[in-house]
T-cell receptor, first 112, second 115 residues
């Protein structure tokens, strides 16, 4: 069965500094990978996805993610963090049977 | 287009009762999935419906059930509520379940509290 690991519960970063949220996955077959963000009392919002092609994927709000097949990782990155980026971030993987598995989420705190 | 809507937004029930939650997907979306979100377990997949048929099911007891109507609206039902069922229940829709690379669009959730 597919699974996702987000090893850090919380990521603290100063405003203006680079932000990285880590994700590793396990899935049979080709991975379809996603990042979502959740703000308080809201549903999840889609940020970006990797299906195939370039390993660097660009998404919404200046976020990007790098797919690394050998390390089975899909880390989310942003060159310069904003206070408004403070939220809960989820990595997810969908397998060929159409089942979607989410990681436990990372709380990102951007310090002014 | 209007987003995914869920009703009610908040619900308080007591143990042993049953509850029905409703989800209206984005117009044109035929796939609807349900998730349970709790602080301890994170986001857990409940089930997915596509064209009124349950296509995938997570590892939840039979007390959790769902259905999808011809207009793609979906309901989930939890019978004999337990304290541990307190959670945020999220519904998500996508254009076509056959294409596994489609992202999902989430509703705001229904916050269920079981007393």
């Amino acid at each position: 069965a597919q699974s996702v690991a987000q090893p850090e519960d919380q990521v603290n970063v100063a405003e203006g500094n680079p932000l990285t949220v880590k994700c590793t996955y396990s899935v049979s077959g080709n991975p379809y990978l996603f990042w979502y963000v959740q703000y308080p009392n809201r549903g999840l919002q889609f940020l970006l996805k990797y299906i195939t092609g370039d390993n660097l994927v660009k998404g919404s709000y200046g976020f990007e993610a790098e797919f690394n097949k050998s390390q089975t990782s899909f880390h989310l990155k942003k060159p310069s963090a904003l206070v408004s980026d403070s939220a809960l971030y989820f990595c997810a993987v969908r397998d060929m049977n159409n089942r979607l598995a989410f990681g436990k989420g990372n709380q990102v705190v951007v310090i002014p | 287009k209007a987003g995914v809507t869920q009703t009610p937004r908040y619900l308080i029930k007591t143990r042993g009762q049953q509850v029905t939650l409703s989800c209206s997907p984005i117009s044109g979306h035929r796939s609807v999935s349900w998730y349970q979100q709790t602080p301890g377990q994170g986001l857990q997949f409940l089930f997915e419906y596509f064209s009124e048929t349950q296509r995938n099911k997570g590892n939840f007891p039979g007390r959790f059930s769902g259905r999808q109507f011809s207009n793609s609206r979906s309901e989930m039902n939890v019978s004999t509520l337990e304290l541990g069922d307190s959670a945020l229940y999220l519904c998500a829709s996508s254009p076509s379940g056959a294409q596994t690379y489609n992202e999902q669009f989430f509703g705001p959730g229904t916050r269920l509290t079981v007393l």
